[in-house]
C-alpha cells in the first residue's frame, strides 16, 4: 500500500494570512504515460462529509475558491490557502489514487483560527 | 438534486450483522463506480470497499476482505454494504462516495453524509 504522510497535524493561521499543508507519499504518484500526479485534496468540517477540493494535484474541482491551489510532484506535495477565511477552519486530507481502487488517505491536517 | 443519502447504521454487538445502504439520486448511478469509505471517531478517512458500476468487478480493503461484502441494484440506485461478524475496530461513519466520472481516477466527487456503525456490547 502506498502510505501517505502529512505536516503538520494542525496549524493555526490569521485571517487573511496564507496556510499551508503538506503531504507525502511513501512511492511516486506520478504516472509516467501521462505526466499526471494522482493525488487529491479534500476538505472536511465540523460534522460534514469531505468535499473534494483539487484533483491531479493541481486542478480544482468546479466551485472551489480559487484561493486553494495545489502544487507539487512525485512524492511530495502542497496544499496552499492563499487568504485564509473563516470558512476554511476544518481538517484537510490528501489521497492518492495511483494504486486503484485501493486508495488510501492522508492523516489529515487540522487548520484553525489565531 | 444529486445527493447519497446513507442508512442502516446503528449499535451492534460484535460477532453481529449489519447492512448499510445509500440511495443515490440526481445523477445516472449506473455509470458510476462507488466506494464506501469510514471514519472512526476522531479519526481519518479509510477506503473499506469499492465497485464498479455494472457490480460486476468488487473490491476491498484487508481489513474488511472476507467479512463485508458490496453490492448495487441499478434499478433501484442503492448501494449496499453487508458486514458480518463484526468487530470494535468497525466502529466508524460509514461513507458512500461516488467516483469521478474519469474513467481511471479514483478520487470521490460526491459523498453521502455518513451513518454511524456502533460495535459493542
Known amino acids: 500500500d502506498i502510505v501517505m504522510t502529512q505536516s503538520p497535524d494542525s496549524l493555526a493561521v490569521s485571517l487573511g494570512e496564507r496556510a499551508t499543508i503538506n503531504c507525502k507519499s511513501s512511492q511516486s504518484v506520478l504516472y509516467s504515460s501521462n505526466n499526471k500526479n494522482y493525488l487529491a485534496w479534500y476538505q472536511q468540517k465540523p460534522g460534514q462529509p469531505p468535499k473534494l477540493l483539487i484533483y491531479w494535484a493541481s486542478t480544482r474541482e468546479s466551485g472551489v475558491p480559487d484561493r486553494f491551489s495545489g502544487s507539487g510532484s512525485g512524492t511530495d506535495f502542497t496544499l496552499t490557502i492563499s487568504s485564509l477565511q473563516a470558512e476554511d477552519v476544518a481538517v484537510y486530507y490528501c489521497?492518492?489514487?495511483?494504486?486503484?481502487?485501493?486508495?488510501?488517505f492522508g492523516p489529515g491536517t487540522k487548520v484553525d483560527i489565531k | 438534486e444529486v445527493q447519497l443519502l446513507e442508512s442502516g447504521g446503528g449499535l451492534v454487538q460484535p460477532g453481529g450483522s449489519l447492512r448499510l445502504s445509500c440511495a443515490a439520486s440526481g445523477f445516472t448511478f449506473s455509470s458510476y463506480a462507488m466506494s464506501w469509505v469510514r471514519q472512526a471517531p476522531g479519526k481519518g478517512l479509510e477506503w473499506v470497499s469499492a465497485i464498479s458500476g455494472s457490480g460486476g468487478s468488487t473490491y476491498y480493503a484487508d481489513s474488511v476482505k472476507g467479512r463485508f461484502t458490496i453490492s448495487r441494484d441499478n434499478s433501484k440506485n442503492t448501494l449496499y454494504l453487508q458486514m458480518n461478524s463484526l468487530r470494535a475496530e468497525d466502529t466508524a461513519v460509514y461513507y458512500c462516495a461516488k467516483k469521478t466520472t474519469h474513467p481511471e481516477d479514483w478520487y470521490f466527487d460526491l459523498w453521502g453524509r455518513g451513518t454511524l456503525v456502533t460495535v459493542s456490547s
Open positions: 489521497q492518492q489514487y495511483y494504486s486503484t481502487p485501493q486508495v488510501t
